[in-house]
């Protein structure tokens, strides 16, 4: 059995990779990159190595000869990445892959704001009708891409967020690379969708908490519209695509869209997820010292 993983350079892809072999043979694991030569170390280790644009099909029908379970990492391009997925997909099938492993977003459906929903739910369609196996691993917002604002709220008393009420299930990057290297060693897992998530939901209140508990005070949970979420993310000096990105994660997260708990994580590695205050208290440790 022959296993792939695209954007093995990236912080997911590579973390996959390090966890696939640890079980599987190298010689029938092949990474791939825009830029292979990051990946050398690898290769020194038997891993096959190759080149893989997802803007550039012609290299796709290469990248996955002989490959029989793929893991297609999603791109960074949010808006601009659907061709490119759609045709790895295409690729993926003409060399006679036998299940793509995909990683997803949690409830994409039209109702759900976030502005990453509309590009996978289209891959999740592509790959509904490539006559492939599938699974789709919807990953929860990354636990230590929360660090930064926790800490700034820590140092300022205050955590201003357009979330409401709702919840997040906050997961590490860790367990994420942990599930998808679980499923694609794995046996089963076809045709099916798991929310990958941490072990809990939390809200603006616990957020404030943890802020509280790094920063020795009290934390203010300052509740603002979008309009105004967008407004304060640029002038603290954001790119507005990014502001907006990150605006339209909360819109998600008071609409409910980002509060189930799944067992998927423990279910698929044997271990439990990682708690937002763990990821929380070890970035604040390394801080201090």
């Known amino acids: 059995m022959t296993i792939a993983i695209t ?12 966890l696939v072999l640890r079980t599987a043979d190298p010689r029938e694991v092949v990474l791939t990159s825009r830029n292979p030569a990051a990946l050398s170390d690898l290769a020194d280790r038997g891993v096959a ?61 039209p109702a759900n704001p976030a502005l990453v929903v509309a590009d996978h739910a289209a891959t999740e369609q592509a790959l509904r009708e490539s006559g492939m196996a599938w699974t789709s691993l919807r990953n929860n917002l990354y636990a230590h891409m929360q660090v930064p604002a926790l800490s700034q709220a820590a140092a300022t ?31 089963g897992h076809e045709n099916v969708a798991y929310d990958v998530t941490g072990p ?9 908490a943890l802020a509280a508990g790094i920063g ?9 519209d979008d309009a105004a979420s967008v407004q304060g993310l640029t002038a603290a000096g954001l790119p507005a695509e990014v502001a907006q ?45």
Not at 7 to 18: D, N, Q
Not at 73 to 102: K, N, P
Not at 216 to 223: I, L
Request: with cysteine.
């Open 200 to 208: 809990e939901a939390l809200t603006a209140e616990h957020l404030a």
């Open 49 to 109: 190595v190759r080149k893989a644009d997802f803007a550039d099909p012609g290299s796709l029908a290469t990248a996955f000869t002989g490959v029989e379970r793929l893991l297609i990492v999603s791109t960074d391009a949010i808006g601009a990445r659907l061709d490119g997925h759609r045709a790895a997909i295409a690729a993926a099938s003409d060399a006679g892959v036998a299940r793509v492993v995909y990683t997803s977003v949690p409830e994409p459906v």
């Open 7 to 18: 954007g093995a350079s990236g912080g997911l892809g590579r973390r996959t990779a390090e």
């Open 216 to 224: 020795g005070r009290d934390v203010e949970v300052v509740h603002v």
């Open 157 to 187: 008393g205050l955590l201003i967020t357009n979330t409401g009420a709702g919840a997040t299930a906050y997961v590490t990057r860790e367990d994420c690379a942990a599930t998808a290297a679980a499923a694609l060693v794995q046996d």
């Open 245 to 289: 990105l990150i605006t339209s994660f909360g819109a998600a997260t008071r609409g409910g869209f980002l509060s189930t708990v799944s067992s998927a994580v423990a279910d698929l590695t044997s271990a439990p997820p990682t708690p937002l205050a763990d990821v929380v208290r070890a970035a604040h440790a390394t801080a201090s010292h």
